[in-house]
């Protein structure tokens, strides 16, 4: 599924005993597996050469906290594939994306509800911060559902995959993430007020965030569900330019 050639280079997240890395480094070049449990860390190779040993040479096992991993050793990763505490899913996907431009795919597993955020479309109840985040990379969409009864202990939730492919390019050249990202935090911090409201703190007034969204072509009586991240990258790029005429 997460549609692996033999020159992928993988950055697995959360292998535990190592039922998803023997696949993976199966169908992949080299598996880069990231565990934060320094006991199944040291574990895992060890399963791997018992089971496998011919593909022994192509695991590479980090022990560490994927939500602060900053560099990797060896080439860079063009897959991810994670399954992810339910808590810590969106930061970490967030992150690793942010970290690791060379990640084109991702496929991660998460409870059915985050991925359902994680998938949303403009407008929908369950759009929010998770769903413009995560478009501002790429196209993420629902690529199949995983109930509790394949897990043991059988856990509360069920769970859902989740699909994502990196933009060919960047979505836009003259907006930086962070700017765009503070706007989106802003906007969604009271969800049930107009934009011209939720973002009157990040604006300054409302007042100024009104002339900030009439310059981006967005309606100020909208609320933030309803913006795609090209709204949001509007915004952004209006404020950017109001500062660059003060400070001239």
């Known amino acids: 599924m997460a549609g692996l050639k033999q020159r992928d280079v993988v950055l697995e997240v959360g292998p535990g005993f190592g039922s998803l890395t023997l696949p993976l480094l199966a169908s992949a070049d080299r598996v880069v597996a990231v565990e934060i449990d320094p006991v199944l860390a040291a574990e895992l190779p060890l399963t791997i050469a018992a089971r496998a040993p011919e593909l022994a040479g192509r695991l590479e096992v980090v022990t560490g906290d994927a939500a602060r991993l900053t560099e990797l050793p060896g080439e860079p990763p063009g897959v991810l594939v994670a399954n992810l505490p339910y808590n810590v899913a969106v930061p970490v996907v967030l992150h690793l994306l942010a970290t690791f431009p060379s990640v084109r795919r991702c496929l ?3 409870q059915a509800e985050v991925a359902d955020r994680m998938v949303a479309q403009p407008g929908s109840r369950t759009y929010g911060i998770p769903s ?3 478009a501002w ?5 629902r690529a199949g559902s995983v109930p509790r009864s394949v897990f043991w202990p059988v856990p509360r939730v069920d769970s859902g995959l989740v699909a994502l492919v990196r933009h060919e390019r960047p979505i836009t050249a ?3 993430r962070e700017d765009v990202f503070a706007v989106v935090d802003a906007a969604f911090a009271q969800r049930r007020k107009t934009l011209r409201a939720a973002l009157s703190s990040w604006a300054g007034s409302a007042a100024q965030a009104e002339r900030l969204l009439r310059l981006a072509e ?3 009586a909208l609320r ?4 795609g991240v090209a709204e949001y990258i509007r915004i952004a790029q209006a404020a ?3 500062r660059t005429i003060i400070e001239s």
């Open 224 to 227: 933030g569900e309803a913006l």
């Open 132 to 134: 413009v985040k995560l």
């Open 174 to 176: 003259d907006a930086r």
């Open 218 to 220: 967005v309606d100020p």
């Open 137 to 141: 990379y790429g196209t993420a969409r």
């Open 240 to 242: 950017r330019a109001a």
């Open 108 to 110: 991660v597993m998460v």
